[in-house]
């Protein structure tokens, strides 16, 4: 568990010793004051009091580039495309309305071909001369009427 004795004293063994290196601090540039390329107008503006302001005037602050919009936005083409579909609609309840009108024209005129056609039968069966008929036939020659009564 412990280390055997190996004779060597500790003077013995190799040590490595790191000694620091020191930095040399940068030496900075000495601070040069610059003229502007230009001198900057100097306003005075005078107060109501009577006092009197004097400074540099300052640029007004320039707004950013607006974004460049898409050439469509979204909403127009949504209502874009509900117009569409409400065209559609009305065209197809359009076609429905005709439809139906014509269907009730076709009925009516059905209705009135066969009502013709039986009423015709029946008149060629009333009025017809030929055939047998049961009966007592009358002849009525002379009439008189007086009084609004009738003699025979």
């Given at each position: 568990m412990?280390?055997?004795?190996?004779?060597h004293?500790p003077a013995?063994?190799?040590?490595?010793?790191?000694?620091?290196?020191?930095i040399?601090p940068?030496?900075a540039?000495p601070?040069?004051p610059v003229q502007?390329g230009?001198?900057p107008?100097?306003?005075?503006?005078?107060l109501p009091?009577?006092?009197?302001?004097?400074?540099?005037?300052?640029?007004?602050v320039q707004?950013?580039p607006?974004?460049?919009k898409?050439?469509?936005?979204?909403?127009?083409?949504n209502?874009a495309?509900?117009?569409?579909?409400?065209?559609?609609?009305?065209?197809?309840?359009?076609?429905?309305?005709?439809?139906?009108a014509a269907?009730?024209?076709?009925?009516?005129?059905l209705?009135?071909?066969a009502?013709v056609?039986f009423g015709g039968?029946?008149?060629v069966?009333?009025f017809?001369?030929s055939g047998?008929?049961?009966g007592?036939?009358?002849n009525?020659?002379?009439?008189?009427f007086?009084?609004?009564?009738?003699?025979?």
């Open positions: 412990y280390p055997e004795h190996t004779g004293a013995e063994r190799a040590v490595t010793i790191h000694q620091p290196t020191p040399t940068v030496q540039a601070l040069v502007p230009s001198v107008a100097v306003a005075s503006i005078v009091d009577g006092r009197v302001v004097t400074g540099y005037t300052i640029n007004p707004p950013e607006v974004v460049a898409p050439a469509v936005s979204r909403a127009a083409v209502v495309l509900g117009g569409v579909g409400f065209l559609a609609v009305c065209g197809g309840l359009l076609l429905l309305t005709t439809f139906i269907l009730t024209a076709l009925i009516t005129q209705i009135t071909l009502a056609i039968w029946i008149a069966q009333v017809s001369a047998h008929r049961d007592t036939t009358v009525i020659r002379k009439a008189v007086k009084r609004n009564h009738f003699h025979g």
